[in-house]
């Protein structure tokens, strides 16, 4: 066997500690696999007498994380500790320009700065690996960089957030709101006490700028993403769309089109018997749409320390093999520039509600607007009517470019006898393009 390969780990919370935990457990096949074994030299955290999962006093600890790129017993250095800047970036910018190679599950960083980090990776000769940064214990990086490699991608989507689509799944499971199913998440762990990152979409929006970067060889876009959350969504569209035939999930979807990349996160309608509607609770569920091999669906824990830590150790497990494949793919050089399609461009079927008190003429006035913008309707709910209360009116519309559907419900917005403002979620259909 050859030498030892050294890591040293920097971060021993969730991930971190999972991950010594699972080289600890299946040391022997991770060997074989390997061909080498692989033992954890360094690490480091913030406190060094926080009581821990793991058994830190057994390894050299360092004070400050950065030092884990100097080391001289360290081959990988592991980044698992978290946030687009700061620490993590420093780290793995020293590890790289110091030829270590850097295994992350930081997918803040990748969505910010990934373009610039593969780059350096490649001018030192070393791997940078982010399997888990994306979908937790979902191989979905290797199977786009490595077994979907022959084809094209037209379209990924997915649901990428394991907090978003528990809340979702129990809002429609029990008809509670958002507020009382996220306050239900926070008891149970399975939200942060700050959900910022996960309801608003911004962790779906990360790794679905990494995604689109694997799939369609293109510098990693952050800003390109159009990111809402899932705050909007409330229990009566939810029923509203189950009498329609459809799901509502928070979905990335990537998209190359005729005018360019399109990346977008936010609420959906799915069909109900669609694979992805059935993607429930913690999981997370990836979808790729390839030219040759037509669609492949990927399912599994998108986090946690067990999922994660797996993601990890396979990213260790190929260097070790000596593995050298571009972090994106291709070599940095070959990275196109996105083209990135505005939303307001975007073309897609439609749902409105309308609350509406019973007015004679409303439709006439609804129609109306329809006609001017060039929106075409497919469907009309009107769910029972009660003089003098405001009442749901339900539409779908035929596919339709989003500048066009704003401007109408903007318009319908004004009509006297509609008492909100109209909420619109988008339809997601799931014929090739
Ligand atoms: N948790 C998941 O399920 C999951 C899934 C996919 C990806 N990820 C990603 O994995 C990374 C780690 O997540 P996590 O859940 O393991 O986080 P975590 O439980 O909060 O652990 C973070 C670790 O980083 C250490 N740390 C924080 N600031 C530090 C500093 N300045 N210097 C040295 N160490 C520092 C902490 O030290 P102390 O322990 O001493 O406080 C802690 O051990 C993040 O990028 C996250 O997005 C996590």
Request: hydrophobic residues 45%; contains cysteine; glycine residues 8%.
């Given at each position: ?126 791997c940078l690996s982010f399997e888990a940064a994306v979908a937790g214990g979902i191989p979905i990086v290797k199977a786009l960089r490595d077994g979907l490699t022959a ?43 700050d959900p910022i990152f996960d309801v608003d979409g911004i962790d779906t929006a990360h790794k679905l700028a990494i995604l689109a970067s694997l799939a369609f060889g ?43 990349i399109e990346q977008r996160v936010h609420p959906c309608m799915v069909p109900i018997d669609s694979p992805i509607n059935h993607v429930s609770g913690v999981f997370n ?149």
């Amino acid at each position: 066997m050859n030498n030892p390969l050294r890591i040293g780990v920097a971060g021993l919370g969730t991930v971190g500690a999972g991950v010594i935990e699972i080289l600890h457990a299946n040391n022997a096949q991770i060997s074989a696999r390997s061909g080498r074994e692989i033992i954890v030299t360094a690490v480091s955290a913030r406190d060094k007498n926080k009581d821990r999962n793991v058994n830190s006093d057994i390894f050299k600890w360092l004070d400050n994380a950065t030092e884990l790129a100097n080391q001289d017993d360290v081959d990988i250095v592991l980044e698992l500790i978290g946030g687009s800047d700061g620490v993590a970036k420093e780290l793995v910018e020293s590890a790289l320009s110091n030829g270590k190679h850097v295994v992350t599950a930081n997918k803040a960083l990748i969505a910010h700065h990934g373009t610039a980090l593969a780059r350096m990776a490649e001018q030192n000769d070393v791997c940078l690996s982010f399997e888990a940064a994306v979908a937790g214990g979902i191989p979905i990086v290797k199977a786009l960089r490595d077994g979907l490699t022959a084809n094209n991608i037209d379209r990924i989507y997915g649901i990428m957030n394991g907090t978003c689509n528990y809340i979702l799944t129990n809002m429609a499971k029990s008809g509670r709101s958002f507020a009382d199913v996220l306050d239900e998440a926070q008891t149970l762990g399975y939200a942060e006490t700050d959900p910022i990152f996960d309801v608003d979409g911004i962790d779906t929006a990360h790794k679905l700028a990494i995604l689109a970067s694997l799939a369609f060889g293109s510098e990693v876009d952050f800003a390109a993403v159009y990111t809402e959350g899932i705050r909007q969504v409330s229990p009566i569209d939810i029923q509203l769309a189950e009498r329609l035939g459809y799901g509502i999930k928070l979905l990335g979807v990537a998209k190359q089109t005729l005018n360019g990349i399109e990346q977008r996160v936010h609420p959906c309608m799915v069909p109900i018997d669609s694979p992805i509607n059935h993607v429930s609770g913690v999981f997370n569920g990836v979808v790729v749409d390839g030219d040759f091999v037509d669609s492949t669906i990927y399912e599994g824990r998108g986090a946690g320390a067990g999922p994660t830590a797996s993601a990890v150790i396979a990213d260790i497990i190929d260097i070790a093999r000596g593995l050298r494949i571009p972090a994106f793919g291709v070599p940095v050089k070959l990275l196109t520039k996105p083209n990135t399609v505005a939303m307001s461009e975007h073309y897609g079927p439609y749902y409105v509600r309308l609350m509406v008190v019973d007015a004679p003429g409303v439709f006439a006035e609804v129609a109306g607007y329809l006609r001017d913008h060039n929106v075409s309707m497919e469907s009309v709910l009107q769910q029972s009517r009660d003089l003098g209360e405001p009442v749901p009116v339900v539409m779908t519309v035929h596919e339709t470019k989003e500048f066009d559907m704003v401007n109408t419900i903007n318009d319908i917005a004004n009509i006297e006898a509609v008492v909100e403002y109209p909420t619109m979620i988008r339809i997601e259909t799931f014929q090739k393009h």
